[in-house]
């Protein structure tokens, strides 16, 4: 069974940083790719970053230049870097592994972590 366990979330200040990480049960090469998303209250969970096995990374527009996902191979985890935050940074972050069962159906099966709140105060 697949666990993504996040960790690193909390309370800053505008302007401030954060690491999120993200542990994967098994090796993160058994996925497709890995990423973060985030949900505030009252919107929907929408992609922060995506780091696929192959290709580029890809980000948001609202975190790009601010933001950096990386994989840590050893560990099995995924990292998000957080620099300059800004209030609307504000959700719940949630880590996702993907695994793509049929490509030219676009049919993935994604996998969740529980959440780690980050709140920014302005």
């Known amino acids: 069974q697949v666990q993504l366990v996040e960790s690193g979330g909390g309370l800053v200040q505008a302007g401030g940083s954060l690491r999120l990480s993200c542990a994967a049960s098994?090796?993160?090469?058994?996925?497709?790719?890995m990423g973060w998303y985030r949900q505030a209250p009252g919107k929907q969970r929408g992609m922060v970053a995506i780091?696929?096995?192959?290709?580029?990374?890809n980000y948001a527009d609202s975190v790009k230049g601010r933001f950096t996902i990386s994989r840590d191979n050893a560990k099995n985890a995924v990292n998000l870097q957080m620099n300059s935050l800004k209030p609307e940074d504000t959700a719940v972050y949630y880590c996702?592994?993907?695994?793509?069962?049929?490509?030219?159906?676009?049919?993935?099966?994604?996998?969740w972590g529980q959440g780690t709140q980050v709140t920014v105060s302005s």
């Open positions: 996702n592994a993907r695994v793509i069962k049929n490509p030219w159906r676009g049919i993935a099966e994604d996998y």
């Open positions: 098994g090796s993160i090469f058994s996925y497709d790719s």
């Open positions: 780091i696929p096995v192959r290709g580029t990374t």
